[in-house]
Structures are given as C-alpha cells and as structure tokens.
T-cell receptor, first 111, second 114 residues
Framework: GIQVEQSPPDLILQEGANSTLRCNFS?????LQWFHQNPWGQLINLFY???GTKQNGRLSATTVATERYSLLYISSSQTTDSGVYFC?????????????FGAGTQVVVTP | KAGVTQTPRYLIKTRGQQVTLSCSPI?????VSWYQQTPGQGLQFLFE???????NKGNFPGRFSGRQFSNSRSEMNVSTLELGDSALYLC?????????????FGQGTRLTVV
C-alpha cells in the first residue's frame, strides 16, 4: 500500500517562531489533506491540497504532486498551534472512503 | 451547517462485552468512514459505508462491524471486547467517498476496555 512519512516526529517551538512540516508519500495521489488534532482528539481540517499552494492565516501548505511531497508552514507560532499535525492521502487502489495517514508531527509551542 | 457528530464521547467497557458507537455525518454527505487511533498503530482505516452498503474494509477482525441507515447515520459495533480495543474511534464523512474529495471528522469516541 501507499506509504506516508512525516517529519520531524517532534517539534518544540518558542512562541513567534516559524516552522516547516514535511509529508512524503510513495505513490501518485489525487488528494492530500492536512489535519490538526486538538487535545480532545478531534481532527480539524487545515488544508485540502492535491497540488499547488494554499494559505489560511498564519498557515500555508504546498503540495508538489510530481515529486510526492507536501509541506505545511506555520508562521508566528502561538501556543494554540500545539498538537499533532497529520497528513493523509487516499491509496491508489481500494480507495473508497479511505485515507492513509502519516504518523504525525507532535508540535509543542512554548510561551 | 452541523459537523460530524459522534456519540458517546467516552465509554468504559469490560473485556468480553460489546459496544456500539454512532456517527451522524454532515447533512448531504452519504459516505461515512471509521478509523481506530491507538498510540502504537496510529490512525487505521476500519471500513466505509455508502448508501447503506459497505464499500471498503480495512484489516480488522470480524469482531468489528458496522452498518449505515437510510439517513446516512452509521454505527459501528465491536463484539467480545479485548483490552487492545481501547482506542479513539473517529468517523469521517464526505459527499461521495471518492478518493479526490475532502473528508471531515467528528470529535471521536474514546473507548476504554478494562
């Protein structure tokens, strides 16, 4: 099946710092989503970004589908940005309703 | 527009019991998927339902089952609970479940098996 690798696994930031999270995937995809898991467990949609670049406030994402990677940028980080960030892609086969998740990047933003 | 609603939020069950979890998708969404999240295995796909039919299934034992009703609400059932079934169970909804469409997740049900 498709492999999804996220790096780094852990990230500690001081408030106000910028950071880049990376997601590599092993096969062609027609969909990629970034999520933020809050402390209560809910997965919050950040970006639906099969290709190109999108921005939402202090967050932006870029997917280069031909090179099989996506980047999530966090600028001017705040303590509320703490949590686990996941990327997820559908597998190339047997994909109905299925997303393959990476292991996540645990982000801690300190005051 | 209401989001994806999962009930209950928390459950504590004893080994050997069975449990039923519920998921109401976003209005108009017909595809509901279920995932299990554990610290050791991460997020793993259980199954997907569309128009009351299971269209896709992950690698879980038959103790894990589900169903979908005509209003697209879905339930998943776990029979003969084991300690290893303790996890956060998340459901996701999307309009049609195609691989190119965006999925939206509920708040999850945290199941503890003792």
């Amino acid at each position: 099946g498709i492999q999804v690798e996220q790096s780094p696994p852990d990230l500690i930031l001081q408030e106000g710092a910028n950071s880049t999270l990376r997601c590599n995937f092993s096969d062609s995809v027609n969909n990629l989503q970034w999520f933020h898991q809050n402390p209560w467990g809910q997965l919050i949609n950040l970006f639906y970004i099969p290709s190109g670049t999108k921005q939402n406030g202090r967050l932006s994402a870029t997917t280069v589908a031909t090179e099989r990677y996506s980047l999530l940028y966090i600028s001017s980080s705040q303590t509320t940005d703490s949590g686990v960030y996941f990327c997820a892609v559908p597998p190339p086969t047997d994909s109905w309703g299925k997303l393959q998740f990476g292991a996540g990047t645990q982000v801690v933003v300190t005051p | 527009k209401a989001g994806v609603t999962q009930t209950p939020r928390y459950l504590i069950k004893t080994r050997g019991q069975q449990v039923t979890l519920s998921c109401s998708p976003i209005s108009g969404h017909r595809s509901v998927s279920w995932y299990q999240q554990t610290p050791g295995q991460g997020l793993q796909f259980l199954f997907e339902y569309f128009s009351e039919t299971q269209r896709n299934k992950g690698n879980f034992p038959g103790r894990f089952s589900g169903r979908q009703f005509s209003n697209s609400r879905s339930e998943m059932n776990v029979s003969t609970l084991e300690l290893g079934d303790s996890a956060l169970y998340l459901c996701a909804s999307s309009p049609e479940g195609f691989s190119g469409t965006e999925a939206f997740f509920g708040q999850g049900t945290r199941l503890t098996v003792v």
